[in-house]
């Protein structure tokens, strides 16, 4: 099992506590498990967020959000998982250590999940900067439409 430790929080909630998280203690790629403490289940993307981890020593904190307007948007566009690699699995998480590989993923850190409708993961040094990168994004968006909508 690869260790490293993280929180994972599956639940959505007005303020969430660390009640409502679990710590991820180590994980498995292959065999698809996650060890972790707490009451709380960890995400079903565990894997997805430890292969984030493991490829970017820098990353403390990654956000998965749905934003289909984003998402359609940003699709093959910033780094893009294959469609045949389902969330949760160990086939999307080695598909993001590809990434790392092969695309600027390290310096955009966004990767959208494309077997995953909507789906989108943003990471940085701590969740203040991962959430700038989608905001980012999200400005970007904003900006393409406005200047479409200029062209008319």
Known sequence: MSEYIKFSCERVAPELTLADCAKVVACDFERN?????????????????????????????AIHCHDSKLWTTVLNQAPTTSKAA??????????????FARTDVQSRKIVVMAGHEGGIVTFGKDLEK???????????????LRLRRDAW
């Open 86 to 99: 389902e969330y949760g699995t160990p086939e999307l998480a080695n598909e993001i250590m590809q990434l």
């Open 130 to 144: 991962a959430f700038a990168v989608l905001v980012r994004e999200r400005e970007k968006r904003k900006n393409r």
């Open 33 to 61: 498990r996650v060890r972790y403490e707490g009451s709380a289940a960890p995400s079903s993307e565990s894997l997805t967020h430890a292969a984030i981890y493991a490829s970017d020593a820098g990353a403390g904190a």
